[in-house]
């Protein structure tokens, strides 16, 4: 399994169904830790994200209701007041995910750690295709997953200690007369430490480490992915402009 996860972060985005549905065929047993969806929590009538972090044995947790999907009668809570965060920060994480994102599913899970602090893990799940949630309709095919993981330490002093650790995953593709089909894909992965004040909360906190780190992973991935792309097409195949400037006079 530990493989398995392995070539799944060095294949390229735009293959990962494909080798998805290879490790499936190879891994049967274990197709609950390969997949990630969305699920819809009856109670709420909000979709949610499952994943390792909110599951336990066949069940996850939903960060609306807290209840398990399906049931499950001793699955591990967050305290009641980590709890009261995880609900406000899924409040706002909406909010932010839809003014940044336009759409999509997003999730916020809390848990207590062995260190007297708390863990809580951000993702963000969005389908940017024409077909699906791409309000702009300038995507054929387009998927972001972004998931961020942040470990809190125990208060001192007034502050607490932040160690971020984000992960994107970025697949896209168009089909127009004028660029024709274009396929781009990738995936990167940053961590921060700081330490700050508690005085304005914890999840203030948060918001502004995911802000900044997700403002440099954009931009990373726009130098990257995107800069390096432009700079081969362009020594490839420059425009006609320069072209007709290089050649001679006949």
């Given amino acids: 399994m530990e493989a398995a996860m392995g070539l799944m972060r060095r294949i390229?985005?735009?293959h990962s169904e494909t080798a998805l549905s290879a490790l499936l065929s190879l891994l049967p047993h274990h197709s609950s830790d390969l997949l990630s969806?969305?699920?819809?929590?009856?109670?709420?009538?909000?979709?949610?994200?499952v994943c390792e972090y909110n599951r336990d044995a066949d069940s996850y947790r939903s960060p609306w209701s807290n209840k398990y999907h399906p049931p499950l009668?001793?699955?591990?809570?967050p305290s009641p007041e980590l709890r009261k965060l995880e609900i406000e920060a899924?409040?706002?994480f909406t909010i932010y995910r839809d003014q940044y994102y336009e759409g999509g599913f997003s999730s916020v899970y809390?848990?207590?750690n062995e260190n007297e602090g708390f863990v809580a893990c951000f993702l963000i799940k969005k389908d940017g295709s024409k077909t699906a949630q791409g309000r702009r309709g300038y995507l054929q095919e387009g998927a972001w997953d972004a998931i961020h993981v942040i470990e809190v330490g125990p208060e001192e002093e007034g502050t607490a200690r932040y160690c971020l650790t984000s992960a994107v995953m970025l697949s896209l593709t168009t089909n127009d007369e004028s660029s024709g089909t274009f396929n781009?894909?990738?995936?990167?992965?940053?961590?921060?430490n700081m330490e700050?004040?508690?005085?304005?909360?914890?999840l203030c906190n948060?918001?502004?480490?995911?802000?900044?780190?997700?403002?440099?992973?954009r931009n990373s991935l726009d130098q990257v992915y995107f800069g390096k792309t432009k700079e081969m097409v362009c020594t490839l195949r420059p425009p006609s402009e320069i072209v007709e400037m290089k050649l001679p006079d006949s």
């Fill in 110 to 112: 809390m848990w207590e």
């Fill in 184 to 192: 781009l894909s990738g995936s990167i992965r940053r961590q921060m």
């Fill in 12 to 14: 390229p985005p735009k």
């Fill in 73 to 77: 009668d001793d699955g591990p809570y």
């Fill in 196 to 202: 700050l004040s508690i005085a304005e909360g914890h």
């Fill in 90 to 92: 899924n409040d706002v």
């Fill in 37 to 49: 969806q969305v699920l819809c929590d009856v109670d709420s009538g909000q979709e949610f994200i």
């Fill in 206 to 217: 948060m918001g502004r480490m995911i802000e900044e780190m997700e403002s440099k992973l």
